[in-house]
């Protein structure tokens, strides 16, 4: 005895499913940007490449951003002091991507799962 199984796709369906995706990772991108943005340091007002760090987001592909500052990695991870005097924003810090997840993550996700059509647990 055996038993055959098919497998019908709906195409149209699935289209319909990864244009929701698209749409939702496409907000996370630019969600996390924006929320992230304020925890960035910058430099103090007297140098010349200030706010070039802030600046320097990019997406590089769905769910990879990067900052492409050549300085950008260092000041990640430095520990340092990025607050004034040492630089010229307060509410920069180091790691300013996982600060901002602990700030705002649930909400990017609620919204990111109503985009793609369901739900945030």
């Known amino acids: ?16 499913h990864k244009k929701q995706l698209d749409k939702a990772q496409d907000y ?3 969600e996390c ?3 992230m943005t304020p925890y ?5 007002d007297e140098f010349k490449g200030r706010g070039r760090l ?10 990879k ?17 990025h607050k004034p005097p040492h630089g010229g924003n307060p509410e920069g810090r180091r790691l ?3 600060y901002m997840k602990l700030r705002h993550a649930a909400q990017i996700l609620r919204k990111a799962a ?3 059509g369901g739900k945030a647990e």
């Open 65 to 81: 951003i990067v900052y492409t500052a050549p300085f950008a990695r260092s000041d990640y991870y430095a520990v340092k002091d």
């Open 114 to 116: 109503a985009i793609a």
């Open 33 to 35: 940007i924006r929320l």
């Open 40 to 44: 960035v340091p910058v430099a103090r």
């Open 96 to 98: 300013w991507f996982e």
């Open 54 to 63: 802030r600046n320097s987001a990019k997406v590089l592909s769905p769910g």
């Open 1 to 16: 005895m055996s038993i055959k199984v098919g497998l019908v796709l709906n195409k149209g369906a699935m289209n319909r």
């Open 28 to 30: 996370i991108d630019s």
